[in-house]
C-alpha cells in the first residue's frame, strides 16, 4: 500500500514563526503535492513538485515556499506565519499522472 | 475557469439505502475522474477512479458513473453502512499533463442514520 506521511497531525504556531512542514512518501513517486483545506473552500493547491529540486506554484502559493531535496521527501516552508494560515494542509504524491494519495493532514494553529 | 462542483453539499440516508452523490464538472478536456472520501480528521482516501473512455466502473459496493455528453459524474454507495458517513469529494484531472494537480470539487457530507 502506497504510504504518505506527515511529520505532525496537530501543530500551534505563533505568528510571525517560521513552520515547516515535511512530508514524506514511500512509493518513489515522482511528482509531490501540497494543499490546504478550509471549510467552504475545498482543498486548494499551494505548489507542486514533479521531480527532486523541481517546484511549480499551484493556486495559493503566496506566503509560502517548498523544498524537496530528496525524492521522497517534499517539506511546505510558512517563512513568516500569519493567523490566515490556520488551516489543515495536505500532502498528497502520485506516478506520472496517476491517482493522488493523500497524507493524513496536519491541522496547523497559528495565534 | 474550469471547476468542479457537487450538486448538494449534504445527504442523509438511513442505513442499507443506496446513496448516490453527484458531480458536476466545466473542463471539457478532462479524461481523468476520481472520487474521495474523507473522515473527520484525516486525509482524503481514494475510493475509485474512471478514466473518460469509460462511461461506469464498479468496485466493492460503489460505482461511478461517468456522462460525457452532459459532464456529470456520480458516485453510488449500495447498501449504505453506517462507516460510510464522510465527506466525499470528486476531483478531475487531464491526463496529458504530468504532474498536473487535480481540481477538487467542494465536498458532499454523507450521513447515514441507523
Known amino acids: 500500500d502506497v504510504k504518505v506521511t506527515q511529520s505532525s497531525r496537530y501543530l500551534v504556531k505563533r505568528t510571525g514563526e517560521k513552520v515547516f512542514l515535511e512530508c514524506v512518501q514511500d512509493?518513489?513517486?515522482?511528482?509531490m503535492f501540497w494543499y490546504r483545506q478550509d471549510p467552504g473552500l475545498g482543498l486548494r493547491l499551494i505548489y507542486f513538485?514533479?521531480?527532486?529540486?523541481?517546484?511549480e506554484k499551484g493556486d495559493i502559493p503566496e506566503g509560502y515556499s517548498v523544498s524537496r531535496e530528496k525524492k521522497e521527501r517534499f517539506s511546505l516552508i510558512l517563512e513568516s506565519a500569519s493567523t490566515n494560515q490556520t488551516s489543515m494542509y495536505l500532502c498528497?504524491?502520485?506516478?506520472?499522472?496517476?491517482?493522488?494519495?493523500f497524507g493524513p493532514g496536519t491541522r496547523l494553529t497559528v495565534l | 475557469g474550469e471547476s468542479v462542483g457537487l450538486h448538494l453539499p449534504t445527504l442523509s440516508v438511513q442505513e442499507g439505502d443506496n446513496s448516490i452523490i453527484n458531480c458536476a464538472y466545466s473542463n471539457s478536456a478532462s479524461d481523468y475522474f476520481i472520487w474521495y472520501k474523507q473522515e473527520s480528521g484525516k486525509g482524503p482516501q481514494f475510493i475509485i477512479d474512471?478514466?473518460?473512455?469509460?462511461d461506469k466502473r464498479q468496485g466493492q459496493r460503489v460505482t461511478v458513473l461517468l456522462n460525457k455528453t452532459v459532464k456529470h459524474l456520480s458516485l453510488q454507495i449500495a447498501a449504505t453502512q453506517p462507516g460510510d458517513s464522510a465527506v466525499y469529494f470528486c476531483a478531475e484531472s487531464e491526463d496529458n499533463q504530468a504532474g498536473t494537480a487535480l481540481i477538487f470539487g467542494k465536498g458532499t457530507t454523507l450521513s447515514v442514520s441507523s
Open positions: 513538485s514533479y521531480d527532486v529540486k523541481m517546484k
Open positions: 498528497a504524491s502520485n506516478e506520472s499522472t496517476d491517482t493522488q494519495y
Open positions: 512509493m518513489d513517486h515522482e511528482n
Open positions: 474512471i478514466r473518460s473512455n469509460m
